[in-house]
């Protein structure tokens, strides 16, 4: 942790003063007011971008609003032109659609499901062969420069039987090595270490994926059996993806934030 994160160190292991949330909560009761005072005091182009802010900001608001009350839409349909005088009860009488609105729930759903699938990290910085792999001369000719040693961490199953020496072309080193990451559930708040059963996606290529290559951002299976996970079919969940969040190779630790 930063040494300026002072503030929130303290308050992970005191917790919060007793009237820190009626102080939050009277100091969120003010911010009309002081938004109203700022409005009045600010003169020219400082004032413009400040009105033009708060506008964006109402606008926001009134759309949030609108769409929580409305039920059901109005339109007018075109009548067309009859023929003759209308009766005088019809007068005043216009033909309207109406169309149900889908309910604020089914909208939330919809957006939850789209944006389940979004990773903490969306964007990576692309690693290059001579940064992953470093060469590596071996035997009586020295010119012969095929064997290649990777630097990054890695992770190698529990059944992987590694080739004889003189055929392997991608050397793994045993240090670099991982069987457990350090895993953050993000609604819970808590870390767990937990096996890793496989790598999913390495974000720099499909030769680091089946290497199993552990990079920043790469998308890893773990064990999450234990928990106490289950379906709503009642299914205790065995593997769920979790995305790494730091560079394991500096850290000796993986890092990992679990995708819920």
Do not use: C
């Not at 292991?13 to 002081?34: T, W």
């Not at 606008?59 to 005088?85: D, V, Y």
């Not at 993000?186 to 552990?214: A, H, M, R, W």
Request: aromatic share 8%; charged share 30%; glycine share 6%.
């Amino acid at each position: 942790m930063p040494q300026n994160e002072f503030i929130e160190l303290r308050q992970k292991r005191y917790g919060y003063r007793l009237n820190y949330f009626e102080k939050q909560r009277k100091k969120q009761a003010r911010n009309r007011k002081m938004a109203s005072k700022m409005s009045k005091r600010l003169k020219g182009i400082r004032a413009k971008l400040y009105h033009k802010q708060r506008y964006a900001e109402k606008a926001k608001l009134r759309k949030l609003i609108s769409q929580f009350n409305e039920k059901t839409t109005k339109k007018k349909q075109k009548t067309p032109q009859l023929e003759g005088a209308l009766p005088t009860y019809l007068l005043d009488r216009e033909t309207v659609s109406r169309s149900k609105v889908l309910s604020q729930t089914i909208k939330q759903k919809r957006k939850e499901k789209a944006g389940k699938w979004n990773v903490p990290l969306p964007k990576v910085r692309p690693i290059s062969d001579d940064e992953m792999f470093k060469v590596m001369r071996t035997g009586k000719r020295k010119r012969k420069q095929w064997k290649r040693v990777v630097t990054k961490a890695t992770f190698v199953g529990e059944n992987f039987t590694r080739k004889p020496p003189k055929y392997e072309r991608f050397i793994r080193p045993v240090s670099l090595r991982y069987k457990k990451a350090q895993v953050v559930h993000p609604e819970l708040k808590t870390t767990f270490s937990l096996d890793i059963l496989k790598i999913k996606k390495n974000p720099s290529g499909t030769l680091y994926t089946q290497l199993g290559v552990i990079t920043k951002g790469t998308i890893i299976e773990v064990n999450v059996s234990d928990l106490g996970i289950v379906t709503p079919g009642g299914r205790v969940v065995w593997g769920k993806f979790a995305q790494v969040t730091n560079n394991p190779e500096n850290d000796g630790v993986i890092n990992a934030v679990l995708l819920v």
